[in-house]
Each structure stands twice: as structure tokens, then as C-alpha cells.
């Protein structure tokens, strides 16, 4: 899609938001420069990236909700920590997370990177299928975790393999 086609798309939706998600849109050089036109005809832009690339070159004004990999994704050591330097408080970081190993580790990367004082919001967010949100949340009860349980609704609403929803 060319850029005046994702605007024209973007107008046929309506509101003033938009999301940008992947896979991984940094892999593509045309996500930057697109966010920047976005924001300049007066939308709020927010991209959801892997975590394994810097964000920096995003336009300030960009909500980014950066992943850190835990353990179960198999891509855990893939975290560009680079990312903490450009980070604002409207900023997200979000973890998936599998199982409870997961939950340790995302729990003990919140500590070790004090990831609560770079960013207002920290999104703990079940592997869908595989996690029951139920057992998260009670994790995150259990521990007094100042973070917001995260599910991916269009999964619930929709087929969960449904794409461009």
C-alpha cells in the first residue's frame, strides 16, 4: 500500500487514531517518514514494535509500545536496550508471556530496569490459547503488580487468525 492509500484506508475508518503493528513495522523504512504524515494531518499514532529494533527514529509524538521477548517466545536475549534512551512516560513497554516462568521473568526485568519510572504504562499480556488470562491476573494480584492485564480483544471478537482487524 502506497502511503495516500493507507491515508484514504485510514479516512474510510473513521476517528482519529491509528495503529501501526506488524509483524514488525520497523522492518519497513517507509513506517517513520508514514507516521510523521499521519500525525501531521492530526492523527495520534501508535506503533507496537518487537523490541528487538530502535525506536528512535520514530517521530517524538508517537505512542510506542515496545515488547520485551520473554523466555517462551524463544527471542528473549533480542532486546535492543538501546530503546530505554528514547522511551518517554506515554510510552508502553509490554510483555507477552507464556507461563510462569515467564511471569519471572518479566516481573524481575521490571525490577532490574526500573522500567516503571521510564514509562506510565506496563502491559502484561497472556499468550492467547496457551495462558488462561484468569491465571495471570491472579498472578499479578497476588503480587501487587502495578501493571495492566492485557488481551488481545480482536482474538475474543473475531477467529482468532482473522488478520486486518
Not at 482519529?16 to 513495522?25: A, D, F, K, M, S
Not at 522500567?115 to 502484561?124: A, G, K, L, T
Amino acid at each position: 500500500m502506497s502511503s495516500e492509500e493507507v491515508f484514504q484506508r485510514v479516512e474510510q475508518l473513521g476517528g482519529r487514531l491509528v495503529e501501526l503493528t506488524g509483524g514488525e513495522p520497523l522492518l519497513q523504512k517507509e513506517v517513520p517518514p508514514l507516521a510523521a504524515q499521519l500525525l501531521s494531518r492530526g492523527w495520534q499514532v501508535l506503533i507496537e514494535t518487537s523490541g528487538e529494533r530502535f525506536v528512535g527514529e520514530l517521530p517524538k509524538p508517537v505512542v510506542k509500545i515496545v515488547d520485551v521477548k520473554c523466555p517462551g517466545s524463544g527471542e528473549s536475549d533480542k532486546f535492543c536496550f538501546n530503546n530505554f534512551d528514547v522511551l518517554e512516560h506515554k510510552d508502553q513497554i509490554k510483555f507477552v508471556i507464556l507461563d510462569e516462568t515467564d511471569y519471572q521473568y518479566a516481573r524481575a526485568f521490571l525490577d532490574r530496569h526500573s522500567v516503571q519510572s521510564r514509562v506510565d504504562e506496563v502491559v502484561f499480556s497472556p499468550v492467547f490459547g496457551q495462558l488462561a488470562p484468569r491465571e495471570l491476573a491472579q498472578w499479578i494480584l497476588r503480587d501487587s503488580l502495578e501493571v495492566r492485564l492485557g488481551l488481545q480483544l480482536h482474538k475474543f471478537i473475531w477467529e482468532p487468525d482473522t488478520r486486518g482487524v
